[in-house]
């Protein structure tokens, strides 16, 4: 399957800060193959915490296209959280990430831990890929 956009979530991109093998190599080979590297802004958040390392986070953050949370992005996830049946409170991040997926053009990929709740939002709509 060709893939235009891959989008991390809070956990891939904190195992691409953190140098995890599997998504080194996963990153490695978009890089080879064309593949626009994504995530939501609200992904950063959670990565920022005291061990980070800060160098590498804005290192990184240079090398992918941050998708902004905007008032239309915001209430595109919350409805998104509705129709899941799932609470913003818990689930609030995943569905801006999911957000970023749906509206990106062509054939998407969601890099997640959370796969199971990412398939839930996201449908069939794009390929979830769990860490």
Known sequence: MS???LVLDSQGFSSWI?????VMR???QAERDGVDLAMSA????EVSYGG???ARLNW???RIRVEPVTKESARR???LLREAGLHGHKYAIDAMVAEVALRLPGAVVVLTSDADDMVKLCGRRVRVVGL
């Open 77 to 79: 996830s919350a409805g």
């Open 60 to 62: 990184l953050l240079s």
């Open 42 to 45: 609200a992904a950063i958040i």
């Open 26 to 28: 996963l990153l490695e």
């Open 52 to 54: 980070v390392d800060v």
């Open 18 to 22: 953190d140098r995890d093998r599997k």
């Open 3 to 5: 893939v235009d956009s």
